[in-house]
């Protein structure tokens, strides 16, 4: 009977001991995945500024004149090549060696 | 003891107060006798009487604070929310390639706490050197009231500026992180888009229908919507490239405003629509200057000979003419007390092709008097030019109709005058001329890739086909054909058709002197019709380069070409050689 009550003792006590540790590991998780959240938050946050930059640095406002400088403009119809043209064309570079 | 019991109990349950007044009558009922026997039992009875009173109404205790606990929790947090406003969390928008138009961005909101605020006039002065552009009196006032917790000071503002108020160090005021809406393209298609009010409410455009799709959700705090990005139509390349164009043509025209759309004219898509002067979303109180408004979808126009495009149309289609069909247009046509004439009279009879080309005021009358008003009626009703339509963008300006169609009317309805409606209302009925005759319902949603998938709204054909393929011919010829008037609008290689319109403005109490309207509606490739694209110029003046002309063939038609010379490529039409055209 006594040995009975001992190990209930010491059950009681280990469960304690076990749950007080419990304790103290979900509150530190708790604090981990609230910092997560704050983290994924935050990482949104930056994700959506970051969105709206690159929108505002590629606004074609922006660009044409940048381009323009480059010598760049929309293609005239002489760039463009037709089918027909292409089939006339003969480029040598396609039966070389090599390739 | 019963009495205090029953007080308690009182209210929360009404079986409970039956049963303890049972219980006090039967006591009373009782003989009064002064045996001791009866006392002991009357004793035993109030015993029982009392335990059976206090486990009622801890029960009825108990009972009432489970239903609070289940009932009253939604109450208690609206009340703790209720004095901040309540903000909307927005889906991005991008245009039909995902690039980005507008997004929710997080942004300081500065506020003051009026009770913490220790020297009004020292927080009013210092938050000056800020934010110079505060309301001092208006502040001051505000922040006076010590009976209040909470003022707005400033919602929205950039980091840098937050910093520096926050460096300020002064009590009483605080920061909240809200969402403001941001538009990184700038002004771009700022009439589609539209605008959201201080708490990222939709009140116009594409915002305001984000909202009515329900895709806008209310949020207590800053909380960045995770729903999927409302695709637009739009292409901000073809969109670029036509605000570009019509810039330009506006300033060399000296125009005072300047107006167009592009329509893919197999799926009613709009690719671009652009009005000058220009609105900017991020600034809603601009849109509400009058010059500023919408001239594609928000107002009707009276819009000139483009119109004929509908009535040599309607000739064709009711079997009133053929192309080759010869008219006498030498004699002015008389209505009421107008005499019609031609612009530039031909001198001799004219085909109805010639009518198209030479662009005959006394010819298309006279198609339309054949006709007659039922019919021209019925016609331009299956085009939908006579009922309000309608895009995701809002509704646009209802058309304004002629009270009677009589002959006068019937006459000058014919060239494009009597009836006024939104150009892009216009632009969609001539696409359902292009598209082979099936009606094109314009969008300003991407559809899905591939044309006439479409499973909704079934294809519907309101005019026949042969006529599509005529009209076709005849916008092409009008601008190959060296006296055609569209022939300015020519793009080598992209088989450009079009038609000029050069309408009288309209004002109070008749036209204006010198005041016209000048457009171009084009379409391209023309062996089998895929773009559209309206073009309007407000007030051009002649200038050297159109030899002081105003009409649309001098200066809507080359902006036209410049246009599509832009957009052809972009959209991916395939070139032919100029030989091939011809």
Known sequence: MRLLNLAAFCFVITSALFLYGLN?????????????????QKARSDISVLKAERGHLSRPERIDPLARRLGLAPPTIEQLPTSESLADLQDPAIHAPGR | MHQVVDTMSDGATNTNSDLSHRDVSGVQEQPIMASAQSYVRREKLAHLGLIVSVVMAFGAISGQLLLLGLSSQPTISLAAAEPIATSFSRPDIVDRNGRLLATDLEAPSLFADPAIVLDRDELVEKLSTVLPDINQADLRAQLSDKNRRFVWIRRGVSPAIAQKVHNLGLPGLSFRTELHRAYPAGELAGHVLGSVNVDNKGISGIEKFIDSAGAADPVHSATLSTRTPVRLSLDIGVQHALENELENGQRRYRASGAAGVVLDI?????????????????????????????????????LGSVFKTLTIAMALDEGIAKPSTMLDVREPLQAGAHTITDFHSAGRPLSVTEIFTHSSNVGTGMLALQAGPE?????????????????????????????????????????GHGLAVAPLQFAASVATLFNGGIRVNPTMLRTSAAPNSDSAKPAQRVIAETTSRQMARLFRLNVTDTSGTGKRADVPGYRVGGKTGTADLAARGGYQEKAVISSFLA???????????????????????????????????????????RIAPQLGVTPQTIAATQ
């Open chain 2, 266 to 302: 197999k799926t009613g898509e709009v690719l671009a629509s652009a009005s000058f002067p220009s609105v900017d979303p991020a600034r809603p109180e601009m849109a509400t200057s009058p010059v500023r408004h919408d001239r594609i979808a928000g107002g009707t126009y009276e």
């Open chain 2, 375 to 415: 019919r021209m009626k019925a016609f331009l009703g299956k085009l939908e030019l006579l009922t309000p339509m309608k895009t995701e963008a809002g509704a646009m300006s209802a058309p304004q109709l002629p009270r009677a169609w009589e002959r006068a009317e019937l006459i000058t309805m014919s060239y």
């Open chain 2, 523 to 565: 379409a391209f490739p023309m062996d089998n019709p895929r773009y559209l694209t309206f073009v309007l110029l407000f007030e051009p003046q002649g200038t050297q380069e159109t030899g002081g002309q105003r009409t649309a063939s001098t200066n809507a038609a080359p902006v036209t070409a410049d246009l599509i010379a």
């Open chain 1, 24 to 40: 103290y590991e979900t509150r530190r998780l708790e604090a981990d995945v609230m910092a997560h959240e704050r983290a994924v």
